[in-house]
Protein backbone atom coordinates (compact mmCIF):
# COMPACT_ATOMS: atom_id res chain seq x y z
CA UNK A 1 0.00 0.00 0.00
CA UNK A 2 1.37 3.31 -1.09
CA UNK A 3 2.41 5.45 1.88
CA UNK A 4 3.99 2.28 4.15
CA UNK A 5 7.07 3.23 6.39
CA UNK A 6 6.17 6.96 8.15
CA UNK A 7 8.59 8.33 9.88
CA UNK A 8 8.38 10.09 13.47
CA UNK A 9 5.97 12.67 13.10
CA UNK A 10 8.03 15.13 15.28
CA UNK A 11 10.99 14.90 12.41
CA UNK A 12 8.55 16.69 9.68
CA UNK A 13 9.06 20.34 9.04
CA UNK A 14 6.84 23.09 10.71
CA UNK A 15 5.38 23.30 7.81
CA UNK A 16 4.35 19.90 7.21
CA UNK A 17 2.75 20.30 10.33
CA UNK A 18 0.72 23.19 9.69
CA UNK A 19 -0.55 21.14 6.56
CA UNK A 20 -1.83 18.01 8.32
CA UNK A 21 -3.76 19.92 10.80
CA UNK A 22 -5.37 21.19 8.15
CA UNK A 23 -7.02 18.26 6.78
CA UNK A 24 -9.16 17.05 9.53
CA UNK A 25 -12.03 13.70 8.86
CA UNK A 26 -14.43 15.78 6.72
CA UNK A 27 -12.42 18.60 5.32
CA UNK A 28 -13.77 19.65 2.25
CA UNK A 29 -11.70 19.21 -0.65
CA UNK A 30 -10.89 20.75 -3.91
CA UNK A 31 -9.88 18.88 -7.33
CA UNK A 32 -6.23 19.15 -8.76
CA UNK A 33 -7.27 22.67 -10.15
CA UNK A 34 -8.46 23.74 -6.80
CA UNK A 35 -12.33 24.78 -8.09
CA UNK A 36 -14.22 21.48 -8.85
CA UNK A 37 -14.94 18.62 -6.92
CA UNK A 38 -12.68 15.25 -6.02
CA UNK A 39 -11.97 13.75 -9.19
CA UNK A 40 -11.94 10.14 -9.72
CA UNK A 41 -9.23 8.59 -11.63
CA UNK A 42 -9.89 4.88 -12.93
CA UNK A 43 -6.84 2.84 -14.03
CA UNK A 44 -6.94 -0.64 -14.60
CA UNK A 45 -4.82 -3.34 -12.41
CA UNK A 46 -1.19 -3.63 -13.45
CA UNK A 47 -1.09 -0.07 -15.63
CA UNK A 48 0.24 2.89 -14.38
CA UNK A 49 -2.04 5.65 -12.26
CA UNK A 50 -0.94 9.66 -12.25
CA UNK A 51 -2.41 11.43 -10.30
CA UNK A 52 -2.00 15.00 -11.43
CA UNK A 53 -1.70 18.28 -9.16
CA UNK A 54 -0.59 21.88 -10.22
CA UNK A 55 0.82 24.36 -7.81
CA UNK A 56 0.31 28.41 -8.29
CA UNK A 57 3.81 28.79 -8.04
CA UNK A 58 7.20 27.69 -6.98
CA UNK A 59 7.40 28.65 -3.76
CA UNK A 60 4.45 26.60 -2.77
CA UNK A 61 4.89 24.37 -0.29
CA UNK A 62 3.28 21.18 -1.23
CA UNK A 63 2.62 17.23 -0.50
CA UNK A 64 1.26 13.92 -1.33
CA UNK A 65 -1.12 12.22 1.41
CA UNK A 66 -3.43 9.47 1.30
CA UNK A 67 -4.92 7.57 4.30
CA UNK A 68 -1.96 5.82 5.24
CA UNK A 69 -0.08 8.59 5.93
CA UNK A 70 2.53 11.02 4.54
CA UNK A 71 4.10 9.81 0.64
CA UNK A 72 5.64 12.82 -0.28
CA UNK A 73 6.55 16.45 1.36
CA UNK A 74 8.18 18.52 -1.15
CA UNK A 75 10.78 16.32 -3.34
CA UNK A 76 11.57 13.77 -0.25
CA UNK A 77 10.08 10.93 -0.65
CA UNK A 78 8.71 9.31 2.96
CA UNK A 79 7.04 6.53 1.48
CA UNK A 80 9.23 3.25 1.01
CA UNK A 81 7.05 2.08 -2.27
CA UNK A 82 9.21 1.56 -5.13
CA UNK A 83 6.49 2.10 -7.52
CA UNK A 84 5.52 5.90 -6.39
CA UNK A 85 7.39 8.51 -7.57
CA UNK A 86 6.98 12.08 -8.58
CA UNK A 87 6.02 13.40 -12.18
CA UNK A 88 7.28 16.93 -12.91
CA UNK A 89 6.85 17.92 -16.81
CA UNK A 90 7.01 21.49 -15.79
CA UNK A 91 8.16 23.65 -12.84
CA UNK A 92 4.55 24.04 -11.06
CA UNK A 93 3.48 20.41 -11.39
CA UNK A 94 3.53 18.53 -8.50
CA UNK A 95 1.39 14.73 -9.74
CA UNK A 96 2.30 11.47 -8.61
CA UNK A 97 2.68 8.57 -10.42
CA UNK A 98 1.87 4.79 -9.29
CA UNK A 99 3.28 1.84 -11.15
CA UNK A 100 1.75 -1.79 -11.41
CA UNK A 101 -1.53 -0.36 -9.73
CA UNK A 102 -3.34 -2.91 -7.27
CA UNK A 103 -6.30 -2.84 -5.86
CA UNK A 104 -5.17 -2.48 -2.07
CA UNK A 105 -4.22 1.32 -3.90
CA UNK A 106 -7.37 2.66 -4.57
CA UNK A 107 -8.97 5.51 -2.29
CA UNK A 108 -8.46 8.95 -1.36
CA UNK A 109 -5.30 10.78 -2.27
CA UNK A 110 -4.54 14.31 -1.31
CA UNK A 111 -2.04 16.90 -2.48
CA UNK A 112 -1.48 19.26 -0.28
CA UNK A 113 -0.28 23.16 -0.84
CA UNK A 114 0.95 25.85 1.35
CA UNK A 115 0.82 28.86 -0.50
CA UNK A 116 2.04 32.34 0.49
CA UNK A 117 -1.31 33.69 0.81
CA UNK A 118 -3.75 30.11 2.52
CA UNK A 119 -3.03 26.89 2.34
CA UNK A 120 -5.08 24.69 -0.40
CA UNK A 121 -5.99 21.21 -0.44
CA UNK A 122 -6.76 18.78 -3.73
CA UNK A 123 -8.06 15.53 -3.64
CA UNK A 124 -8.39 12.47 -6.09
CA UNK A 125 -10.04 9.33 -5.56
CA UNK A 126 -8.04 6.37 -7.74
CA UNK A 127 -10.56 3.90 -8.30
CA UNK A 128 -9.12 0.21 -9.36
CA UNK A 129 -10.57 -1.57 -11.96
CA UNK A 130 -10.28 -5.30 -12.27
CA UNK A 131 -10.49 -7.78 -15.26
CA UNK A 132 -12.71 -10.94 -14.73
CA UNK A 133 -11.51 -14.25 -13.97
CA UNK A 134 -13.17 -17.54 -13.12
CA UNK A 135 -11.54 -18.53 -9.85
CA UNK A 136 -13.90 -21.63 -9.36
CA UNK A 137 -15.78 -24.17 -11.57
CA UNK A 138 -17.61 -27.58 -11.47
CA UNK A 139 -15.83 -30.28 -12.72
CA UNK A 140 -17.00 -32.33 -15.35
CA UNK A 141 -20.02 -34.80 -14.53
CA UNK A 142 -21.64 -37.68 -15.42
CA UNK A 143 -25.28 -38.20 -14.19
CA UNK A 144 -28.28 -40.87 -15.12
CA UNK A 145 -30.82 -39.46 -17.45
CA UNK A 146 -34.11 -37.71 -15.04
CA UNK A 147 -31.58 -36.12 -12.11
CA UNK A 148 -30.86 -33.20 -11.54
CA UNK A 149 -28.04 -31.14 -12.13
CA UNK A 150 -26.60 -27.81 -10.39
CA UNK A 151 -23.34 -26.34 -12.03
CA UNK A 152 -21.09 -23.81 -10.49
CA UNK A 153 -19.30 -20.92 -11.70
CA UNK A 154 -17.56 -18.39 -9.28
CA UNK A 155 -15.68 -15.68 -10.56
CA UNK A 156 -13.69 -12.18 -9.39
CA UNK A 157 -13.53 -8.24 -10.96
CA UNK A 158 -13.89 -5.18 -10.21
CA UNK A 159 -16.73 -4.12 -11.08
CA UNK A 160 -18.09 -7.55 -10.09
CA UNK A 161 -18.64 -10.20 -13.07
CA UNK A 162 -21.97 -10.74 -14.90
CA UNK A 163 -21.76 -14.37 -15.53
CA UNK A 164 -24.11 -16.36 -18.00
CA UNK A 165 -24.02 -20.24 -18.84
CA UNK A 166 -24.46 -21.19 -22.31
CA UNK A 167 -24.76 -24.50 -23.42
CA UNK A 168 -22.76 -25.17 -26.78
CA UNK A 169 -25.15 -26.74 -29.09
CA UNK A 170 -25.99 -25.76 -32.81
CA UNK A 171 -28.23 -23.94 -30.83
CA UNK A 172 -25.97 -22.44 -28.52
CA UNK A 173 -28.72 -21.10 -26.03
CA UNK A 174 -28.15 -19.11 -22.95
CA UNK A 175 -29.02 -19.30 -19.59
CA UNK A 176 -30.48 -16.13 -18.77
CA UNK A 177 -30.23 -14.71 -15.41
CA UNK A 178 -28.51 -17.68 -13.82
CA UNK A 179 -25.51 -16.04 -12.68
CA UNK A 180 -23.13 -18.45 -10.65
CA UNK A 181 -25.42 -21.11 -10.89
CA UNK A 182 -26.79 -23.29 -13.47
CA UNK A 183 -30.08 -25.68 -12.28
CA UNK A 184 -31.04 -28.37 -14.48
CA UNK A 185 -33.81 -30.08 -13.09
CA UNK A 186 -34.67 -33.83 -14.84
CA UNK A 187 -31.93 -33.64 -17.34
CA UNK A 188 -32.24 -35.04 -20.57
CA UNK A 189 -30.12 -37.40 -23.18
CA UNK A 190 -30.48 -33.98 -25.41
CA UNK A 191 -29.07 -31.90 -22.67
CA UNK A 192 -25.42 -33.58 -22.38
CA UNK A 193 -22.68 -32.41 -23.78
CA UNK A 194 -20.03 -28.98 -22.76
CA UNK A 195 -21.83 -25.97 -21.03
CA UNK A 196 -19.55 -22.68 -21.26
CA UNK A 197 -19.22 -20.13 -18.39
CA UNK A 198 -18.23 -16.33 -19.47
CA UNK A 199 -16.97 -13.93 -17.10
CA UNK A 200 -17.81 -10.29 -18.31
CA UNK A 201 -17.20 -6.51 -16.94
CA UNK A 202 -15.78 -3.82 -19.14
CA UNK A 203 -12.15 -3.88 -17.96
CA UNK A 204 -11.11 -5.97 -20.93
CA UNK A 205 -12.44 -9.60 -22.34
CA UNK A 206 -14.78 -11.90 -20.82
CA UNK A 207 -12.54 -15.17 -19.12
CA UNK A 208 -14.67 -18.16 -20.35
CA UNK A 209 -14.23 -22.29 -18.94
CA UNK A 210 -16.15 -25.00 -19.96
CA UNK A 211 -17.99 -28.38 -17.91
CA UNK A 212 -19.01 -31.27 -19.65
CA UNK A 213 -22.01 -33.26 -18.62
CA UNK A 214 -22.23 -36.54 -19.56
CA UNK A 215 -25.68 -37.83 -19.41
CA UNK A 216 -26.40 -41.92 -19.06
CA UNK A 217 -29.46 -43.65 -20.19
CA UNK A 218 -30.47 -47.25 -21.23
CA UNK A 219 -30.48 -48.33 -24.47
CA UNK A 220 -32.69 -47.84 -27.37
CA UNK A 221 -32.56 -49.86 -30.74
CA UNK A 222 -32.19 -47.52 -33.38
CA UNK A 223 -31.93 -49.67 -36.29
CA UNK A 224 -32.27 -53.00 -36.80
CA UNK A 225 -31.72 -54.78 -41.03
CA UNK A 226 -33.27 -58.41 -42.12
CA UNK A 227 -31.18 -59.61 -45.04
CA UNK A 228 -32.29 -61.47 -48.03
CA UNK A 229 -29.40 -64.84 -48.16
CA UNK A 230 -28.70 -67.30 -51.02
CA UNK A 231 -27.45 -70.53 -49.86
CA UNK A 232 -23.84 -70.77 -50.51
CA UNK A 233 -23.19 -66.94 -50.15
CA UNK A 234 -22.15 -64.59 -47.55
CA UNK A 235 -24.92 -62.84 -45.46
CA UNK A 236 -25.16 -60.31 -42.75
CA UNK A 237 -27.40 -59.22 -39.94
CA UNK A 238 -27.30 -55.46 -38.44
CA UNK A 239 -28.32 -54.22 -35.44
CA UNK A 240 -27.41 -50.22 -33.95
CA UNK A 241 -28.52 -48.87 -30.40
CA UNK A 242 -28.52 -45.29 -28.65
CA UNK A 243 -26.95 -45.68 -24.99
CA UNK A 244 -24.08 -44.08 -22.52
CA UNK A 245 -22.65 -45.86 -21.72
CA UNK A 246 -21.82 -47.48 -24.75
CA UNK A 247 -24.21 -50.85 -25.20
CA UNK A 248 -22.72 -54.48 -25.39
CA UNK A 249 -24.37 -56.65 -27.76
CA UNK A 250 -25.29 -60.21 -27.53
CA UNK A 251 -27.16 -62.04 -30.36
CA UNK A 252 -29.46 -65.30 -29.78
CA UNK A 253 -31.08 -67.84 -32.11
CA UNK A 254 -34.27 -69.11 -30.23
CA UNK A 255 -32.96 -68.90 -26.63
CA UNK A 256 -29.60 -69.95 -27.75
CA UNK A 257 -26.64 -67.43 -27.71
CA UNK A 258 -24.34 -67.20 -30.71
CA UNK A 259 -20.72 -66.81 -30.32
CA UNK A 260 -18.46 -66.45 -32.94
CA UNK A 261 -17.59 -69.38 -34.15
CA UNK A 262 -18.64 -72.87 -36.82
CA UNK A 263 -18.61 -70.21 -40.03
CA UNK A 264 -20.52 -67.39 -37.81
CA UNK A 265 -18.74 -64.08 -37.08
CA UNK A 266 -20.05 -61.10 -34.54
CA UNK A 267 -18.38 -57.87 -34.77
CA UNK A 268 -18.94 -54.90 -32.22
CA UNK A 269 -18.42 -51.23 -32.43
CA UNK A 270 -19.21 -48.53 -30.05
CA UNK A 271 -23.50 -48.48 -30.76
CA UNK A 272 -23.68 -51.06 -33.62
CA UNK A 273 -23.15 -54.76 -33.98
CA UNK A 274 -23.22 -57.29 -37.05
CA UNK A 275 -23.99 -60.97 -37.22
CA UNK A 276 -22.30 -62.27 -40.46
CA UNK A 277 -22.83 -65.97 -41.55
CA UNK A 278 -19.38 -67.47 -44.08
CA UNK A 279 -21.65 -69.52 -45.86
CA UNK A 280 -25.10 -69.68 -45.85
CA UNK A 281 -26.94 -73.40 -45.86
CA UNK A 282 -31.00 -73.81 -45.09
CA UNK A 283 -30.14 -74.14 -41.01
CA UNK A 284 -29.16 -70.73 -40.77
CA UNK A 285 -32.75 -69.30 -42.07
CA UNK A 286 -35.10 -67.88 -39.62
CA UNK A 287 -35.11 -65.36 -36.45
CA UNK A 288 -32.39 -63.54 -34.80
CA UNK A 289 -32.49 -61.47 -31.82
CA UNK A 290 -29.87 -58.47 -31.22
CA UNK A 291 -29.83 -57.49 -27.49
CA UNK A 292 -28.32 -54.38 -26.42
CA UNK A 293 -27.24 -53.97 -22.51
CA UNK A 294 -25.62 -51.81 -20.43
CA UNK A 295 -25.63 -50.81 -16.38
CA UNK A 296 -28.97 -48.95 -16.64
CA UNK A 297 -31.36 -51.65 -18.89
CA UNK A 298 -31.66 -53.74 -21.36
CA UNK A 299 -33.77 -53.85 -25.12
CA UNK A 300 -33.74 -56.21 -28.48
CA UNK A 301 -34.83 -56.21 -31.89
CA UNK A 302 -35.85 -59.25 -33.72
CA UNK A 303 -33.90 -59.81 -36.97
CA UNK A 304 -34.91 -62.35 -39.95
CA UNK A 305 -32.81 -64.05 -42.70
CA UNK A 306 -35.04 -65.49 -45.31
CA UNK A 307 -34.47 -67.08 -48.89
CA UNK A 308 -34.68 -65.42 -51.62
CA UNK A 309 -38.23 -65.05 -52.78
CA UNK A 310 -40.30 -65.17 -49.31
CA UNK A 311 -41.83 -61.92 -47.30
CA UNK A 312 -41.29 -61.23 -43.88
CA UNK A 313 -44.39 -60.58 -42.43
CA UNK A 314 -45.58 -58.02 -39.74
CA UNK A 315 -44.32 -60.13 -36.67
CA UNK A 316 -40.78 -60.80 -38.59
CA UNK A 317 -42.11 -64.29 -39.64
CA UNK A 318 -41.34 -65.79 -43.03
CA UNK A 319 -44.13 -66.26 -45.92
CA UNK A 320 -43.97 -67.90 -49.51
CA UNK A 321 -44.18 -65.08 -52.06
CA UNK A 322 -47.22 -65.83 -53.65
CA UNK A 323 -48.17 -65.33 -57.31
CA UNK A 324 -49.73 -62.62 -58.33
CA UNK A 325 -52.80 -64.84 -60.46
CA UNK A 326 -53.39 -66.66 -57.68
CA UNK A 327 -53.61 -63.71 -55.25
CA UNK A 328 -56.66 -62.60 -57.96
CA UNK A 329 -58.25 -65.76 -58.10
CA UNK A 330 -58.45 -66.28 -54.54
CA UNK A 331 -59.68 -62.74 -54.23
CA UNK A 332 -62.68 -63.31 -56.90
CA UNK A 333 -63.31 -66.40 -55.17
CA UNK A 334 -64.02 -64.84 -51.77
CA UNK A 335 -66.29 -62.15 -53.97
CA UNK A 336 -68.48 -64.35 -55.75
CA UNK A 337 -68.78 -66.81 -52.64
CA UNK A 338 -67.94 -69.87 -54.55
Not at 69 to 87: C, M, N, T
Not at 134 to 154: A, K, R, Y
Request: glycine content about 6%.
Amino acid sequence: MVGRGQPDRKQLPLVLLRLLCLLPTGLPVRSVDFNRGTDNITVRQGDTAILRCVVDDKNSKVAWLNRSGIIFAGHDKWSLDPRVELEKRHSLEYSLRIQKVDVYDEGSYTCSVQTQHEPKTSQVYLIVQVPPKISNISSDVTVNEGSNVTLVCMANGRPEPVITWRHLTPTGREFEGEEEYLEILGITREQSGKYECKAANEVSSADVKQVKVTVNYPPTITESKSNEATTGRQASLKCEASAVPAPDFEWYRDDTRINSASGLEIKSTEGQSSLTVANVTEEHYGNYTCVAANKLGVTNASLVLFRPGSVRGINGSISLAVPLWLLAASLLCLLSKC
